[in-house]
Nanobody, 120 residues
Framework: QVQLVESGGGLVQPGGSLRLSCAAS????????MGWYRQAPGKQRELVAV???????NYLDSVKGRFTVSRDNAKNTVYLQMNRLKPEDTAVYYC??????????????WGQGTQVTVSS
């Protein structure tokens, strides 16, 4: 049984910083992708930043240069350092774990979501 627990969201002024963390527990294989998605009210969920267990990354264009995803494989934890935050970054941020099982099937798990609000 896989569980993801997020923390680090909150209210910050434009130009400020926040650091999100997400710890995964349970049966997690070595082949996986961990990262972050976000969803603003009335909008579709979008990929923000993800990292494979081999340290390959993928970023949303609008956050490149401002956000950095990292992970600690030993702790099964992924982080999102968000700098120079903008009001358009306001959203609920969801941690994601994509597992590839022994069968070759992919399975997605999601954290509970954490609110990030950027406002003056």
């Amino acid at each position: 049984q896989v569980q993801l627990v997020e923390s680090g969201g909150g209210l910050v002024q434009p130009g400020g910083s926040l650091r999100l963390s997400c710890a995964a527990s349970g049966s997690i294989g070595s082949i996986n992708v961990m990262g972050w998605y976000r969803q603003a009210p009335g909008k579709q969920r979008e990929l923000v930043a993800v990292m494979t267990s081999g340290s390959h990354t993928n970023y949303l264009d609008s956050v490149k240069g401002r956000f950095t995803v990292s992970r600690d494989n030993a702790k099964n934890t992924v982080y999102l350092q968000m700098n120079r935050l903008k009001p358009e970054d306001t959203a609920v941020y969801y941690c994601n774990l994509h597992l590839v099982g022994a069968s070759g099937m992919g399975t997605d798990y999601w954290g509970q979501g954490t609110q990030v609000t950027v406002s003056s």
